[in-house]
Structures are given as C-alpha cells and as structure tokens.
C-alpha cells in the first residue's frame, strides 16, 4: 500500500506544472455541484466552504499536493458561490400565468430576426388590460414575436403591442432542455405573440455601451438582409454579427446533418479567421513600405490590431459563450506575441475557461460551453502529443524534391486530423445535448471550412470595412456566392445515407464519465493519462435512459405514448410541434405523428375517437382524454387517465388520475408501466427546490427585486 501511495504520488509529482490546468476544472465542478443540488443551498455554504479550503491550504506544506488539492478546493468553493450568488441576484419577477389580449409597453432591449418576422426583447416593461400584474410583479423583461406589418425598428425604441403572454414554459419532459432556468438568468419574465401590428411610440436612442452595440448589430444584420434577402442573407447575418435567427430551418438542418452547424455559431474558428486575416493585411500592408518596416516590429503592431478587431468582432456578435472563450484565447495568444512567448497552450484554454466561468457560471450547463471548450482542448492536447511526429516530418521535408507538393499534402493531412479530432471530442456532447450525431462531418468539413476561411470571412471583413461608406454590397454579394456553396455543400452531405442519425438520450452519468475522463487524457502528459480512455468508453456504453411510456406536457395541452415498437406518438386532439420534437428525438426517432392502430387492435377497443384514446400496456388500461365529454366513458373502465381537461373531481374509479392542474402544478408528466407496477416522475419534482421552479419553496423565498432597480 506504501508502494503505491509513493508511485502515484510520483506520477502527480511529475505533472507539477499541469496542475494549474485542473483550477478552472476545479471552479468547474463547484458550479455543476451547485446544479445538481435537489435543493438551494443556503447562502453561507459557499463563502463558508472557501474560507475553510483557504485555511486548508495555508495549513499545507508550500509546493505540495495537499496545497494544490486544497487551492483546487477553494476554486470549486468559489464557483459554488458564484453561481449561488448569481441566481439570487438575476430574481426577478415572472408572470404567475397566462394574460390574453394585454397590452405591452417597453423599450426594445434587443431584436432577432425570424424567417418569419421579428422577435424583440422588451425592458422597463408596462402592462395594460384586464389581469395585469401591479407594477412591483410586472417582468423586468419579457420576449415577444411581432406580425410581418410591424414598422421600422431599432434598439432603444419603445413600443406598444397587444400581445398574448405566458410564463416561460418548463422542459417537455422530466430531464429535457429547461427553459425557465435559461430565462431565469437572463431575467426573462415572460414570452408571447403579437397579435395586431406592433406600434412605435417613443423612437429611441440607445444610451450605454452595450446598447449603442445592441443597436450596432441591429443595423448590420438589417443592411445584410437587405443586401442579400434571399436564404443566403440570414447564413451572412450568422456569420458577421451572431443572429442566427434570420437562417432558414432547412440550412440549419442540413449544417446540422452533415456537421457543419459550428459554422453558424460565431466561435474560435471565426475569431482564428479574423485574427489572422488581420494580422496577415497588416503585416504584409508594413512590408510594403520598406521606411516603415525598418523602423516597427510589424509582428506586434499586427498583433494588437488583430486584438482590437477580435475584441469588436466579439462584441459586435453579441459576446457568445463560445467567442468569449476564442476571445480570451486569441488575447492571451496576441499578448504572448508581444511578450516573445509561446502563443499557443493548454494553460490560455484554462484562464479562458476562468474568465467565462466568473462572468457567467451558469454558462458551464450549456452545450456551447462543453462542446467549444471540448473541441480546443482537445485540438491543443493532440497538437501536443503530436510534436516528435510534426518535427519528424519536418526534417523529411527538408529533403523532398517537391516541397510545394509535400506541404500541400501536409495541410490536407493537418485539416483531416483537425476535423476529426474536434469531431470526436464534440460528438457525445451533441448526443447528449441534441440527440444527434453526424457520421460525416469529416466530409463535409474537408469542404466547408477551407470555403469559410479562404473565400467567405475575408469577403465579409471586406463588406465590414465598406459599410460605413454604404459599399458594402460590392463585397455581400461574392460573400453570398460562397454562402452559398457551404449550402450546397451541408445540404449534399447530410442529404447522404446515414449521414446523421438519432439516438436516445444519455443518462446524466454519461456526461460525467465523458468530461472527466476527456479532461484527464488531455490534461496530464505521461502514459497514465490512458487511463481516461476506460472512463469515457464506460460514459459511451452506459445504456440510455428508458423512455417513459406516458407523456403529458407542461401545459397539460399534449399527450404521448409510446407503443411496442418504442415509437412515441401523439395521442390527443392538440399538438405542439417542439414537445411532440422533443419527446421523439429522446427516443431517438425523428418526429411524433399520432397515433393509429391496425385492425385488430381497433376490434379490441383500442385506436383514438373524438377526444379518447385507449391503449394498453401488460396489465394496464389507459385512457387518454382530449375532450370532457369523454371523461365519464374513460373512467369507467381505465386504469389509468391522462386529461387535458380537470378530471379529479368526476374520474373515481382508476387507479392514477392526471390532469392538466396537475401538469400546471407538477410540470410535465412522465409514467414507466410494466408487470409489477408504474412509475410516475414529474419535472418539477425532477428538478428539486430551485427558484427557477414555478411553486418551489426557493422561489418564494428568492427576494424579487422591483422594476427599476
């Protein structure tokens, strides 16, 4: 046992200077701690658990494991508290329920572009008409889309519009994407529909920085659109200024099925773009001029342009969690060329991934954060393991006849193993998220991303640089052209057989084993970081979750079952196409449709009629019921009753009655049947006392600040 404690305390001793790698880990794991929880910590846990792990490693020997163990302690107690910290100060009122025919007032805090109109963001909101919440329980903001004869508009602008409202709606089922905590951090009160044209009333200058930003990417996306309406508009709007809502569902689709959907995402791949075209004009703009190249370093002027544009480009995007980290990134890299030091390195990924955490923990939960983070630590890990082998090739290569032929033969190599190394460390955080993996993005990439970098980016920085003088569609135009193959491309790929197929949603451990053992084979050098190998094969053969037999939405609206085959489908008079999406694609099927039965099952009594379906499952009867009038003949002979309509007061007799009060109460519904009994989990219950929850303790006791403040 000795033996073994001094081996591994050798093998972490040798790894001394990647131990700074594991700290935003570290932070990392304090804030999934956080979300985990069943229930809001008490606000002392945090600060309290970082003040006893800085005792701790004060207490320890200076340079020892213990103290890194313990300095690591403190960064998890740190990122606890932060996210802690930042849910109770993000309260803020949400509507208690649906408001019909109200009239909204507010200042348009952001507006996104739709294939089918527009969708604003409105602050220092007013509400008007009968059920209005007083002022101190009216939302900070809300999000509302407008019909296609709503006029000109611009960030700033205050508006009137008579809308319908709703609270943010919960997951779609126990475990699936939850929107209440997205729109809980960013202080989202409620969302709705126009339903007359939206009015101006008081045309608005932004004031502040990011406002006067907000209204910046406002312009540039609506000079884009008008520059190129046509599908390819909304692809250019994605790449340049970040709104990705303009694109067409069918391009999005097909980027998604043939692994090009990173692409539409501003991220390290556009900031490497940017900064290298800029520092590259630049540089060879200084050469040009041999006075002016004898007397500056052309490198580092390059390199702090290079930062400004990286920084306004980030901005001008929107900052996204994934350009916030090619940002940081590209700063520390930029800052190393004026330093002479090594540009590239695991330890820039690792301030990086500190300086996201801090500004918004909360961001650790979201696939854009695990998949981006993936992606370059893993393509830096590679580059790394790699170096014997690049040097070894390029000695050859001093001894090639062809060297021009050899280094293009390099670059395909180098684009090939780049592309599959991202592709491997993102696919399970695309199953896991998406449900969704692409089985030729190494195709599609080869292609698309050379077209992205040599032909559309620097059309696009061309078109930034003529806008202010209203020129810029001598350069929108052959940016389209190229927008225009990249379609070409993704809808060619994922229109391939088996080019991206469905699975079924990952158990939570998955995702655990996954991180922590990609973390630990990128993150130590030496032979024992193989064993992260056997960690992230378990995460992959983990079986997925059980699909539940019996669905019932949030809103009490929609109703699901799953039939022998495993196939959901929708059994009620209503629909909603994102549940009925949602609760397929965890099956791993794409599309619900409703359900029929065949012959013999409908002379069985089973098959949907007027408002009642009637399925069975073993032992069970179950009715499903869309219409009251329906109610007295399914209770009289189920087991089991799903309403959309109130049932408790005159269904007696099954065994399990569930009503749309119970979904507006609980959330949405989830029912396992089998031989020995049923299992019954709702969303709310899933998710535990957060204040996010509609009705959770936490959330009542969360202080809501008034409007204003």
Known sequence: MAGARAWILALFDAERGRWMLWLPVAMGLGIAVYFELPAEPAAWMGPGAALAAVVLAILAPPGSLARALAIGLVAASVGFGLVAWRTAHLAAPTLSRPLFSINVEGRIADIQRLPEGRRVVLEAVRLKGRGAPPPEMTPLRLRVSLTRGAPPLQVGDRLLVL????????????????????AWYQQLGAVGYALAPAAVIEPGRPAGFVRALDALRA???????????????????????????????????????SGLAHILSISGLHIVFVVGLVMGLVRYGIA?????????????????????????????????????????????????????????????????????LAAAPESLTGASFQMSFAAVVALIAAWEAASGWRRRLHERAEHVRHRWLWRLGAGLAASLATTLVASIATGAFAAYHFNRLSLLGVVANLLGVPLTGFWIMPWGLLAMLLMPFGLERLALVPMGWGVEGLDAIAK???????????????????????????????????????????????????????????????????????????????????????????????????????????????????????????????????????????????????????????????????????????????????????????????SNARRGDRPWVPGSPSRQATAIKPPGT
């Open 163 to 182: 809308a319908n409202l709703t609270p943010p709606g919960g997951p779609a089922a126990p475990g699936a994407f939850d929107f209440q905590r997205l």
């Open 219 to 257: 312009e540039v996306t609506d000079r884009i659109l008008t520059a190129l309406p046509g599908p390819e508009g909304g692809v250019v709007a994605a790449l340049l200024t970040g709104e990705q809502s303009a694109v067409d569902k069918d391009i999005v689709q097909a980027m998604r099925d």
């Open 288 to 356: 040009l001029v041999p006075p002016l190249a004898l007397r500056v370093d052309a490198k580092k002027v390059a390199a702090v342009l290079a930062l400004a544009a990286a920084l306004f480009y980030t901005a001008l995007a929107g900052a996204p969690v994934p350009a916030q980290r090619a940002c940081a990134m590209a700063g520390f890299a930029l800052l190393a060329v004026l330093l002479d030091r090594t540009a590239l390195s695991l330890r820039l990924v690792a301030w990086s991934a500190v300086i996201v």
């Open 492 to 682: 060619t790929v994922g229109g391939w057989p088996q080019a991206a197929t469905l699975v079924p949603s990952l158990p939570g451990a998955s995702l655990w084993l996954i991180t922590i053992g990609g973390l630990w084979l990128c993150l130590w050098r030496r032979r024992w970081r193989l064993a992260g190998l056997p960690l992230v094969a378990a995460g992959l053969l983990l079986p997925p979750a059980a699909a539940p037999d019996l669905l019932m939405s949030d809103d009490g609206r929609v109703l699901g079952l799953r039939d022998e085959r495993g196939i959901v489908h929708v059994a009620s008079n209503r629909t909603d196409r994102f549940v009925t999406e949602t609760w397929a694609r965890r099956s791993g099927q794409e599309g619900a449709r409703r359900w029929t039965v065949n012959a013999d099952q409908e002379a069985a009594g089973l098959g949907c009629h007027t408002g009642l379906c009637r399925w069975t499952k073993g032992p069970w009867r179950v009715a499903l019921v869309s219409d009251e009038r329906r109610l007295e003949a399914a209770c009289a002979s189920a087991d089991i009753v799903l309403a959309t309509v109130d049932a408790h007061a005159r269904c007696r007799g099954p065994r399990l009655v569930i009503d749309r009060r119970d979904a507006w109460r609980q959330g949405a519904q989830a029912l396992w049947l089998d031989d020995e009994g049923l299992r019954r989990e709702t």
